[in-house]
Structure formats: C-alpha cells, structure tokens
C-alpha cells in the first residue's frame, strides 16, 4: 500500500512568463490525485476534474488568470446521508495585481472587483483550482425528491405547534368565515 497522494501541483514563477501573450494551462489531475481531492475537502468523491485556462499580462505587471473549470463531485445528502452526484461547471477569474495592498482598520468596504489578490512570487495552479472546486459545491446538497420532513417536540400533555400555528394571520381567515357563517345564519 503507498502513502497518501499529494493534492496536484503546478507551480508557475510569473517572473518567467513571458508579457507579450498569454500562457495557456491544463490540468486533470490523477485518480489518486482526485481522491487526495475529495479528503482534503471532505467530500466523498471527485469522478472527474480539469482545469484550463490562461495567464494574461495586465498593463507592467499585473497577471489576469481566466479558465473553466469542469467536475463531477459526490457529496453526502443533508437530509438522507445518500450519496449526491452533482456536475459542476464554472468560470474562474482572478487577477493579481502588484500594487495590491489589504485595507487596515476595524470597518473596511468590500472591493468593487473581489477577483483581485496581491501579486505572488509563484503561482499554484493546482490551488487556485481545488479552491474555485470548494467555492463552487453545492453547500447543502439533497438527493433528489428528498422531503425534509416536520419535527414537533412539546412537553408531555401539550400539543405540539406546528408551522402553521406560528404564522401570525394563520386564524383570521377561519375567524371571518365563522363570523360570516353566523350572519348568514342571522338573516
């Protein structure tokens, strides 16, 4: 039996890119490499996975990376504890600026473009694509045609409340037809 897989790798050094044109990638990692994947994100599988893209120079030295990426993932039901199979296809884009800086005080805006991050030294292809994979599942997967069902808990000798008896107007309704069924009755 061999040790466990490493999450893929691609390390790029943007210093030897060349700024004339764009530097395409691919990646698709292993079987091995997948299941390394799926632990690291505590998920139960990756069927399939690829990256690719491009590196564009941005102006002196600014770097634009836009790819697809494309993956089947199976991930457990929130409700029934199955499995889930759910295909995913995403763009990614992320720029990496050189004169980035992180705001500093206790308040700070959101940025107007949340793509953008600091310029590295290096660049791991194969952690740009494993984070766009977890930014991407689904957050609360369900198998399909899962009812989630209703609770009701009350102390022995109580009826239980009901969704239905929390909405505000839920009596008015049989309140007026009562009321209305007396006037007739009346007349």
């Avoid at 793509?115 to 399909?144: K, N, Y």
């Amino acid at each position: 039996m061999t040790g466990p897989t490493e999450l893929p790798t691609k390390i790029l050094r943007l210093a030897d890119l060349t700024n004339r044109h764009a530097t395409t990638f691919d990646l698709t990692p292993t079987s091995a490499e997948r299941d390394a994947i799926a632990a690291h994100l505590d998920i139960l599988g990756v069927k399939k996975l690829t990256f690719a893209g491009e590196i564009t120079p941005q102006g002196r030295g600014d770097w634009q990376l836009t790819g697809k990426l494309g993956a089947t993932v199976v991930q457990t039901c929130v409700a029934t504890l199955a499995p889930v199979t759910t295909r995913l296809d995403e763009d990614v884009r992320r720029v990496y600026a050189r004169d980035f800086t992180y705001p500093d005080g206790s308040e700070v805006e959101m940025p107007e473009d949340d793509a953008v991050e600091p310029l590295p030294q290096t660049l791991d292809l194969g952690a740009v694509m494993i984070e766009a994979l977890s930014l991407a599942l689904p957050p609360f997967p369900r198998a399909e045609e899962t009812e989630l069902g209703q609770v009701l808990a009350a102390a022995a000798g109580v009826t239980p409340m009901t969704d239905d008896d929390a909405k505000p107007f839920a009596g008015l309704g049989a309140l007026r037809d009562r009321l209305s069924s007396e006037g007739d009755d009346e007349a």
